[in-house]
């Protein structure tokens, strides 16, 4: 755990991990170790944060949704004729 996490362990916590007898408790140890590790270098975790420049679509992404927004437009258009088509055929019956 300490090669694969980069995880300084107590010699205490290499004990009681190495005296574990099955899955479940070295998962249950392993995890504690993991939830010590994190909150003692809570505060030294970067932020990550998205600027309005990385948020923005890029250039393909905005045609595409463009694209599909025009096909839904007139998906829509066609199905409105279609429906008014329906009711006139309907009252001339």
Request: charged share 20%.
């Amino acid at each position: 755990m300490e090669q694969e996490l980069n995880i300084q362990l107590s010699a205490e916590a290499k004990q009681q991990i190495q005296a574990t007898t099955t899955y479940q408790q070295y998962v249950s140890l392993r995890n504690t170790e993991i939830k010590k590790h994190i909150q003692q270098n809570f505060h030294n975790l970067p932020l990550i944060s998205q600027t309005k420049s990385e948020k923005a679509l890029t250039p393909q992404a905005n045609q595409e949704r463009m694209i599909w927004i025009s096909l839904l437009g007139v998906g829509l258009l066609t199905i409105g004729g279609l429906l008014a088509k329906l009711k006139l055929n309907r009252r001339k019956k």
